[in-house]
C-alpha cells in the first residue's frame, strides 16, 4: 500500500471524538467534513482535519493534535490492548516517552476475549506487567511510564458490556481532567485491541465522549511518512 493510501486509512479508523466550549447538545462527537481548502477555513476547530494544511508537515492534519515541524505534541496519550506481548507499539510508546517525545499517562490492559476468537490467554495482565519491567530493565526512565492500570476483564464482549474497572474510572479521571485544563487538546488514546474498558467509561460518564480522540489502530503508523507532524 502507498503511503497515501496507508493515510487514507487512517483517516477512515481515526474517530476523532469533538471537544469545545458548546454544550454538549449542540456538539456531536463525529468528525467535521474534511477541510479541502484551508484558505476558506482558516481558524479550524476541534473536530476540523483535512490533508496539507499551509505551515503544517505534509499529509494528514488533525486539530488539536497535529502540531508544526519541530513543536512537540503535548497530549497526553493512554495506550490499551488486550495482551502485550504480540506488536511493539508498547515498546515504541516507551522509548518515545522515555524520550520526552510522547507524554504517556495510561497503561491500560483488557483482557476481554473477542467473541469469534477460538482461544483465550489467561496471562494477558501478566503480559502487561511483564512488558514495564523489560521495559525498565532496558534502560527506559521509569518517571515517564504510568503503572499498569487493569480494565475490563470477561470472557466474551457480552460479559464485558457495562462492566466497570479500575481502567474505566481511570478513563474518565484522565480524559476530564485534561479537557478541563486544556479542552483545545484532547487526550488521545491508542487502543490495540478490546475497547471494552473505554466503552465501559462511556457507560460511567457519557461525555467523554467529547473530550478525547481515539486511534484504533497503532498510532505508530500516524508518525510515520507523511503523518509525522501528527507526534513530532
Known amino acids: 500500500m502507498t503511503m497515501v493510501g496507508i493515510v487514507g486509512e487512517i483517516v477512515k479508523v481515526i474517530a476523532l471524538l469533538v471537544a469545545s466550549t458548546m454544550p454538549a447538545s449542540l456538539n456531536a462527537a463525529r468528525w467535521n467534513p474534511e477541510t479541502v481548502d484551508w484558505s476558506k477555513n482558516p481558524h479550524p476547530v476541534i473536530g476540523d482535519w483535512g490533508f496539507d494544511r499551509p505551515g503544517y508537515p505534509a499529509g494528514l492534519y488533525i486539530h488539536g493534535i497535529t502540531v508544526k515541524e519541530g513543536k512537540k505534541v503535548k497530549n497526553p496519550v493512554i495506550y490499551d490492548n488486550d495482551v502485550y506481548d504480540d506488536v511493539f507499539d508498547d515498546e515504541w510508546m516507551y522509548a518515545m516517552a522515555s524520550l520526552g517525545r510522547m507524554n504517556l499517562v495510561g497503561l491500560i490492559v483488557t483482557p476481554v476475549l473477542t467473541d469469534f476468537w477460538t482461544f483465550s490467554q489467561p496471562g494477558w495482565v501478566k503480559t502487561a506487567y511483564e512488558s514495564v519491567d523489560n521495559a ?75 473530550k478525547c480522540a481515539s486511534c484504533i489502530i497503532p498510532i505508530s503508523k500516524c508518525i510515520t511518512g507523511t503523518t509525522n507532524g501528527l507526534l513530532g
Open 136 to 210: 525498565l530493565q532496558s534502560g527506559i526512565d521509569p518517571d515517564k511510564l504510568p503503572p499498569v492500570t487493569v480494565g475490563t476483564e470477561a470472557e466474551s464482549e457480552k460479559q464485558a458490556e457495562r462492566k466497570a474497572s479500575e481502567g474505566a474510572y481511570l478513563y474518565v479521571k484522565l480524559i476530564n481532567e485534561q479537557y478541563k485544563k486544556h479542552p483545545d487538546k484532547p487526550l488521545i488514546i491508542n487502543i490495540g485491541g478490546q475497547g471494552a474498558t473505554l466503552a465501559s467509561a462511556y457507560c460511567i460518564d457519557p461525555s467523554i465522549a467529547e
